[in-house]
T-cell receptor, first 113, second 111 residues
């Protein structure tokens, strides 16, 4: 068990650019979750996958955001035409669903110039 | 609205002193509750979990939490705080498909 891995750890980009983050979950976990955490706040749910199916999306996930998990293993989160308000820590978690805990990666910190 | 509330944004305790971090929830049925800890620039680590049964649950690093239905609370405690406990602590409700986080309590430890 190598834990949840996220790449990159930090991303600095100019407003209007597209960015993509990757998450590799714990291999035996069928669920993968994305959260966003802004400074001084708790994480907020964005979306989750069961295997390759995206089953739920938060209203926070605007049309500029898209997440995929093509083979039910790793996932990518893409933000198009980034805005200042997108600056945050993006956290990925994996788990087995139900009442089981989620295991978090160290996150990707996005800074928009 | 269903929510998790952590009334204390910051708490400072002396090393070796006892600690209690407060959490209140507003869910009707027996909630699934967790406490997570987040060190600066890091992800979240699970400290303990409550599903049902015994109302006092033990976790890692010497932490425990008590579920009190009558008070809608799930407070986190530790009898003796170490400097390495300085971090942000989150009380979390598990709705099955997503986690709902409280606003967090930042713990500072004085030498």
């Amino acid at each position: 068990d190598t834990g949840v891995s996220q790449d990159p750890r930090h991303k600095i980009t100019k407003r209007g650019q597209n960015v993509t983050f990757r998450c590799d979950p714990i291999s035996e976990h069928n669920r993968l979750y994305w959260y966003r955490q802004t400074l001084g706040q708790g994480p907020e749910f964005l979306t989750y996958f069961q295997n390759e199916a995206q089953l739920e999306k938060s209203r926070l996930l605007s049309d500029r955001f898209s997440a995929e998990r093509p083979k039910g293993s790793f996932s990518t989160l893409e933000i198009q035409r980034t805005e200042q308000g997108d600056s945050a820590m993006y956290l990925c978690a994996s788990g087995q669903g139900g009442n089981q805990p989620q295991h978090f990666g160290d996150g990707t910190r996005l800074s928009i110039l | 609205a269903q929510s998790v509330t952590q009334p204390d944004i910051h708490i400072t305790v002396s090393e070796g002193a006892s600690l209690e971090l407060r959490c209140n929830y507003s869910y009707g049925a027996t909630p699934y509750l967790f406490w997570y800890v987040q060190s600066p620039g890091q992800g979240l680590q699970l400290l303990l979990k409550y599903f049902s049964g015994d109302t006092l649950v033990q976790g890692i690093k010497g932490f425990e939490a008590e579920f009190k239905r009558s008070q809608s609370s799930f407070n986190l405690r530790k009898p003796s705080v170490h400097w390495s406990d300085a971090a942000e602590y989150f009380c979390v409700h598990n709705a099955g498909n997503m986690l709902t986080f409280g606003g967090g309590t930042r713990l500072m430890v004085k030498p």
